[in-house]
């Protein structure tokens, strides 16, 4: 049964929720608020815990942004294919450092979205076209 949200397909148009079928990922975007002190060397403290989790093995992505609107905030998407995936990051031991070393250099807890989502991957944008 459809909840009447819109969804993107995997063939770049919209669908409704339950018309098409597919395996589901975790997807999950990040917000970092850096201290000042931090800003520029950001990049070079979360190398290793990037590099180790773009090796694992139920990783799909793990790519970080930077905001126009404030250059102390890095924003991270990443994406999991399914909920074991991302139960064996959030358990490893790259992610442990992570919980020990980051906090350091943030001026708050980072704010999260998380999601189960119905994709298996990056879809092309129905509503702009490039020939």
Same mark, same amino acid.
């Given at each position: 049964?459809?909840?009447?949200?819109?969804?993107?397909?995997?063939?770049?148009?919209?669908?409704?929720?339950?018309?098409?079928?597919?395996?589901?990922?975790?997807?999950? =975007?990040?917000?970092?608020?850096? &201290?000042?002190?931090?800003?520029?060397?950001?990049?070079? !403290? @979360? #190398?290793?815990?990037?590099?180790?989790?773009?090796?694992?093995?139920?990783?799909?992505?793990?790519?970080?942004?930077?905001?126009?609107?404030?250059?102390?905030?890095?924003?991270?998407?990443?994406?999991?294919?399914?909920?074991?995936?991302?139960?064996?990051? =959030?358990?490893?031991?790259?992610? &442990?450092?992570?919980?020990?070393?980051?906090?350091?250099? !943030? @001026? #708050?807890?980072?704010?999260?979205?998380?999601?189960?989502?119905?994709?298996?991957?990056?879809?092309?944008?129905?509503?702009?076209?490039?020939?």
């Amino acid at each position: 049964m459809s909840d009447g949200k819109y969804h993107t397909g995997d063939t770049g148009g919209g669908t409704l929720d339950g018309e098409r079928e597919g395996a589901e990922m975790i997807f999950i =975007v990040v917000k970092f608020e850096t &201290k000042p002190e931090w800003t520029e060397r950001w990049p070079e !403290l @979360v #190398a290793p815990f990037t590099a180790a989790t773009r090796a694992e093995e139920g990783n799909l992505w793990f790519e970080w942004s930077r905001s126009l609107k404030d250059p102390a905030e890095y924003v991270l998407v990443e994406a999991f294919r399914d909920g074991d995936a991302g139960a064996a990051h =959030v358990n490893s031991d790259h992610f &442990k450092a992570a919980q020990r070393d980051l906090p350091q250099a !943030l @001026v #708050a807890t980072p704010n999260v979205i998380s999601q189960t989502v119905d994709a298996t991957g990056w879809s092309k944008l129905a509503e702009i076209t490039v020939d």
